[in-house]
């Protein structure tokens, strides 16, 4: 039986606005994207019967259609029932090094990586657009995991630009293990508190990589392209923005005091990814980023709180060749 396994990384949200309501009820976005080092592992095998089986080392990944690498077999095989009745079931087996409901989309890019890994197997020879065609239908974020880099996203978050690449910078990421965010609960109290305050759906610009839009209090976007294209990590650091932590921190006093030292940590900037509760800290370079994670987890004695350093990738799920596949295997 022919198995893949594929890399696929985990992403922060150096910038993510809500700029209004959808018809489709979700949210307009504004975002810039960045994928990091920090991966899980997703090794995909054609089993012969019509089944589908998830397998993961970690007690808090479900194993059934609620997971969406699971679901991501379920629409090819709808999307290619030829294939499925020709190659049969699928089991996907996930090695999880990214830590979950975090805020870091670490089940959409578990389905990017089974997306890929079943154009492999089942030999289709899909394109990039007909990747991210199917990726949208699984998640906002999905499209962006198979993408990977530095990228502008708006619409849901599917449509993407991409932006140089920012290979050079580290982050220090905080989670407190036994805490999780809902999205849809954190979009749904966003738009209860602050939907009057949404821009009207005229205003709201597909692009944000030229023009700032034109509510200069509260979208500086723009600059953040422009610090992104100069590599400028203070102005990166400066800029990070997040919408949703006017929600998340009011009601996770443990996320205000992670941000909150993270803040006083002398890192280039500071912010929740995402939903949350993951908080983030931009740094220089990894000796930077191995201080300030030291100094936090010194300031705050907590033992249920989670430190990762990872550096920024231009790689969105990448296919790995045997001989790596058997060394990161080893490595665990
Ligand atoms: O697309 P995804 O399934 O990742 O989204 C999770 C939830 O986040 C959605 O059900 C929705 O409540 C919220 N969401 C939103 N607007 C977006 C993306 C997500 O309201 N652009």
């Known amino acids: ?15 993510l606005e809500i700029l209004g ?8 976005l504004a975002m810039i994207l960045q994928s ?3 991966a899980d592992q997703v090794n995909i095998r054609a089993i012969g019967t019509q089944t589908i089986q998830v397998h993961c080392d970690h007690p808090q990944v479900p194993r059934d259609e609620t997971n969406l690498a699971y679901r991501a077999v379920e ?7 030829d294939c499925w009745a020709q190659f049969g079931g699928v089991e996907v087996t996930i090695q999880k090094n990214i830590p979950v409901a975090a805020g870091l989309a670490g089940g959409s890019t578990n389905a990017a990586a089974v997306l890929v890994g079943l154009d492999m197997l089942w030999q289709l020879g899909l394109t990039q657009p007909e990747l991210q065609e199917l990726a949208a239908k699984l998640g906002s974020d999905v499209p962006f995991c198979l993408a990977g880099g530095t990228a502008i996203a708006t619409g849901r978050g599917e449509e993407l630009d991409p932006l ?8 220090v990421l905080a989670k407190h293990q036994n805490l999780a965010v809902s999205t849809a609960w954190a979009y749904q109290t966003y738009r209860s508190e602050f ?9 709201a610009s597909k692009s944000i990589a030229t023009e700032p839009l034109n509510t200069p209090t509260r979208v500086h976007s723009g600059s953040m392209v422009q610090g992104i294209i100069n590599k400028n990590g203070s102005k990166i650091g400066q800029l990070l923005y997040n919408d949703l932590e006017k929600v998340v921190l009011p009601n996770y006093p443990q996320v205000l005091q992670l941000r909150q030292a993270f803040e006083n940590s002398g890192a280039l900037g500071t912010m929740m990814s995402g939903s949350g509760p ?10 930077q980023a191995q201080e300030i994670l030291q100094q936090v987890q010194s300031a705050i004695r907590c033992p249920d709180l989670g430190f990762w350093v990872s550096k920024f990738t231009s790689h969105g799920i990448q296919i790995i060749s045997p001989q790596k596949s058997l060394f990161i295997g080893n490595r665990e």
């Open 21 to 28: 309501d959808r018809a489709d009820g979700y949210h307009e």
């Open 164 to 171: 140089p690449s920012l290979d050079s910078f580290y982050v």
């Open 75 to 81: 629409l090819m095989s709808q999307e290619f029932p």
């Open 195 to 203: 939907g009057n305050s949404y821009r009207r759906s005229d205003l």
């Open 1 to 15: 039986m022919r198995s893949y396994s594929l890399i696929a990384p985990a992403k922060i949200n150096l910038y």
């Open 278 to 287: 993951t908080v983030f800290a931009l740094c220089q370079s990894q000796e």
């Open 36 to 38: 990091i080092e920090l």
